[in-house]
């Protein structure tokens, strides 16, 4: 009796593990849950449709220039996130990135396939170095790149290219995407790139993320490697929401 017990326990462990695998297959409704503060956002629920990887961070205490930062958000959370709207009828996507993160190269590919091959979404990156010292300058580097030409061919290159450590490496990458070399080392110690990281890591702790990837779509927040086809399903209910409630 006490091993037909066990076994009948363990059956039912592993049934209510895979329910939600399960029930994603066979077409299971997104659940959300609100975020505390910001009461036309909301989250989807930590085991919905992302596969949970994602790179981890410790929680800190915030100082009062942080705190700050994070009241402004709380007032204004569009601006922050997506920067003014473009007045396109796009969904804004605001993806939140390190280059050292496993799983980011790909959600990033996503993102931008999906535009590319004509999704309605417009992307604003932030910048989130939360996996070490290289991960800051290789995030100050793409922003410092960014006072020059745009951001997302360095963006796309640094998610697959580790910077090796030191000056020749940051001045190769300078020549390499033809930038004003002095210029591009003086920005990336610039306040302007300090104040952009500053905003981006206030923005993520007002949202609630844990670590990277980490997305806003519209109005809807999602952490992890999420898929092609999550990203598609989330981008349609935002749409459809948008005609009668755009959330910026």
């Known amino acids: 009796m006490r091993r037909r017990d066990l076994l009948i326990a363990a059956l039912a462990v592993s049934a209510a593990a895979a329910f939600p695998r399960v029930a994603r297959l066979f077409g299971a409704r997104w659940e959300f849950e609100p975020i505390a503060n910001l009461p036309r956002f909301r989250a989807v629920r930590q ?13 800190e205490r915030a100082d009062p220039r942080e705190m700050a930062l994070r009241a402004s958000v709380v007032e204004a959370p569009c601006p922050a996130l997506f920067a003014p709207a473009a007045g396109d009828g796009a969904i804004p ?3 939140f990135t390190d ?4 799983f980011c190269p790909q959600v990033s590919d996503r993102l ?3 535009r590319d091959e004509g999704a309605p979404i417009r992307i604003r990156w932030h910048e989130w170095p939360i996996l070490g010292p290289r991960s800051v300058v ?8 960014a006072e020059q030409t745009g951001h997302e061919a360095l963006h796309r290159y640094l998610m697959r290219t580790h910077l090796p450590p030191g000056p020749a490496a940051l001045r190769r990458l300078a020549e390499r995407f033809d930038l004003d070399e002095e210029r591009f080392l003086s920005d990336m110690e610039s306040e302007a790139v300090t104040g952009q990281l500053d905003r981006s890591a206030a ?7 844990i670590g990277t990837p980490s997305l806003v779509i519209g109005r809807t927040a999602i952490m992890g490697d999420v898929s092609k086809q999550s990203l598609l399903d989330l981008i349609g209910i935002e749409q459809e929401m948008a005609n009668s409630d755009p959330i910026c």
Request: charged fraction near 10%; proline fraction near 0%.
């Open 47 to 59: 085991d919905a449709r992302a596969s949970g990887n994602v790179a981890l961070i410790g929680l």
């Open 138 to 145: 290789a995030s100050r580097a793409a922003l410092a790149a």
């Open 112 to 114: 931008i396939g999906l």
């Open 93 to 95: 996507v605001a993806a």
């Open 203 to 209: 923005i993520a702790a007002v949202f609630g993320f």
């Open 99 to 102: 280059y050292y993160c496993a």
